[in-house]
């Protein structure tokens, strides 16, 4: 998990200036609207709505917002009809990448990420090309300086986590998709706060990038998630430390 995750870090660095607040928006409120609509408008029984809430309120989101868009979800209120699709692929170095759609508009999607993939060393591959590597987890973040490992390893382990790792300047907690919330409240209960929760594909083995692929892959990535169409990113690159201290110089 060690490439994806330093690449989130690189990520959570990056929103605290993010200045595309506008595009953030759209895309949590496409995720609340079908969140709503395939499990329900209350966040207590739909993981995946508390998971976008969650994430709706990191971006500022304003209450009135999030409630218009599980409106729309439900059909309270009229709104786009989203489809979810995944696409999947290679990039430089070998780095299988997984993507995740919320769209209005397939066609339009599919030949924006084949661009995304031909003009930046990527291929577009063929359903569960790469797929099989993934697998769908949930995962909190936490601060390392806040907390001790064994403390922490005790209490995430009792309340029905999978795994704890520390991971650069994060501990990572794993647990079945259906655990996040549990997990992540029986630790609140212990005065352990996350610093974030989410539903995510974690990949089963990493492939080494290095060189000049280093750059060019997490440019495809970033490239990838500035489109509209384009929910989520996920891959299995590592990147040695060092390299990545000079790409994010």
């Known amino acids: ?32 609207t079908v969140a709503a609509k395939a499990g329900g408008g209350d966040p207590a029984g739909n993981p995946r709505l508390r998971t976008a809430i969650d994430a709706a309120k990191a971006v500022n989101m304003p209450n009135d917002n999030i409630d218009r868009a599980i409106k729309k979800g439900t059909g309270d209120l009229e709104g786009a009809t989203y489809e979810e699709s995944t696409y999947e692929g290679y990039g430089p170095g070998g780095a299988a990448i997984f993507i995740e759609t919320l769209t209005d508009n397939a066609n339009r ?16 591959g063929a359903t569960n090309s790469v797929a099989w590597m993934f697998e769908r987890k949930g995962q909190l973040t936490l601060d390392p300086t806040k907390y001790h490992e064994d403390q922490l390893l005790e209490a995430a382990l009792e309340a029905g986590a999978e795994d704890i790792v520390r991971d650069g300047d994060v501990f990572t ?77």
């Open 173 to 249: 907690v794993t647990t079945a998709p259906a655990m996040l919330h549990t997990v992540q409240d029986a630790l609140k209960d212990l005065a352990i706060d996350t610093e974030s929760a989410e539903l995510t594909m974690v990949p089963q083995n990493m492939v080494t990038v290095e060189g000049a692929d280093v750059d060019a892959i997490l440019h495809l990535i970033d490239v990838l998630e500035e489109l509209d169409d384009v929910s989520q990113v996920y891959s299995n690159f590592d990147i040695d430390a060092s390299q990545l201290a000079e790409t994010e110089a």
């Open 1 to 32: 998990m060690a490439g994806h995750n330093k690449w989130k870090q690189i990520k959570r660095k990056k929103a605290v200036t993010d200045s595309r607040r506008a595009s953030s928006w759209t895309k949590v409120i496409r995720e609340i």
């Open 109 to 124: 999607a599919v030949a924006e990420i084949r661009h995304a993939f031909n003009r930046n060393g990527g291929n577009l």
